[in-house]
């Protein structure tokens, strides 16, 4: 593969993660509910920080921590961040960009003592479920989300927890990190 890079995301990449999720819409569904504003649904009241993924040509993939509220407290009594808004460019897939782009969160929370959640719609055979099941992630709970499907159905979400520290590859991510 082209050098990965991960940086923070700057306000300047706003338009090309937008460009970039409408194309991951168009391919993979997601997200399964298109935004009215992409931008502001990539950066909600409850950001705390976001990365991007990038080679030389441009930007490939996207993750974004949210707050969660001051009450949650993780598996391990610290507070959780929830990982959300991973999305991989579809020429991308396969070349490990999600798996570098959660280890790079999971050293960022590590360093912060943060414990990691996320939820990801409960799919046979999920691309996602199996990338998170492969770099350690913990599936606690499957519920049914305050949200519908675009056709007015209920949508079922797999919770994943990640306790600081935990996990496969840890220290380990693209060339330049």
Not at 54 to 81: D, E
Not at 115 to 121: K, N
Not at 140 to 154: F, K, L, Q
């Amino acid at each position: 593969m082209t050098s990965l890079t991960i940086r923070e995301r700057q306000p300047a990449d706003l338009p090309g993660c937008v460009d970039l999720l409408a194309e991951v819409h168009r391919v993979d569904g997601y997200p399964l509910n298109w935004p009215s504003d992409p931008t502001r649904w990539l950066c909600p009241p409850e950001l705390w920080r976001a990365w991007v993924a990038g080679t030389g040509g441009g930007l490939v993939g996207h993750l974004a921590v949210h707050r969660t509220p001051p009450t949650g407290h993780g598996a391990s009594g610290r507070p959780p961040a929830e990982v959300a808004r991973l999305f991989v460019a579809p020429t991308f897939r396969r070349r490990r960009v999600g798996a570098y782009l959660l280890r790079h969160v999971r050293q960022w929370a590590a360093q912060q003592h943060l414990d990691l959640a996320l939820e990801v719609v409960d799919q046979d055979r999920s691309p996602a479920v199996a990338l998170y099941e492969r770099e350690g992630w913990r599936h606690v709970v499957t519920e049914t989300a305050r949200w519908n499907a675009p056709d007015g159905s209920r949508v079922t979400l797999r919770r994943f927890v990640l306790p600081a520290g935990d996990g496969p590859g840890q220290g380990r991510g693209p060339a330049g990190n």
